[in-house]
């Protein structure tokens, strides 16, 4: 089993950044895959960000890359998000998830992935 568990969630201003956390615990060498996800109320989750343990490769969607970031630090079991130029449209709460599949190609489905936190909420105010 693997534990998640994010922070860094806040309510910022137009135009701000928040830099989200993600460490996980338990059997973390399982670990193929993780990604970043949001909902938003009345919203279907949506795909953030991945990166893949084995190529070190980060996917985004198209329409956050460049203002987002995914990150890890493998020595601390730990999954970053930087967001920048953050705006209302980016209010939700955000999940991390991770999985023991590798992928390639893009942000997996969020059936894809096996271990989820509970999710850090994030509010953005013009």
């Known amino acids: 089993q693997v534990q998640l568990l994010e922070s860094g969630g806040d309510s910022v201003q137009t135009g701000g950044s928040l830099r989200l956390s993600c460490a996980a615990s338990?059997?973390?060498?399982?670990?193929?895959?993780a990604a970043w996800f949001r909902q938003a109320p009345g919203k279907e989750r949506e795909g953030v960000a991945a990166?893949?343990?084995?190529?070190?490769?980060?996917y985004y969607a198209p329409s956050l890359k460049g203002r987002f970031a995914i990150s890890q630090d493998k020595a601390k079991n730990t999954l970053y998000l930087q967001m920048n130029n953050l705006r209302p449209e980016d209010s939700a709460m955000y999940y991390c998830?991770?999985?023991?599949?590798?992928?390639?190609?893009?942000?997996?489905?969020?059936?894809?992935?096996?271990?989820w936190g509970q999710g850090t909420q994030v509010t953005v105010s013009s």
């Open positions: 990166i893949s343990m084995r190529s070190s490769g980060t």
């Open positions: 998830a991770a999985g023991t599949s590798w992928f390639s190609g893009g942000i997996p489905a969020s059936r894809f992935f096996e271990y």
């Open positions: 338990g059997r973390t060498y399982d670990i193929m895959g």
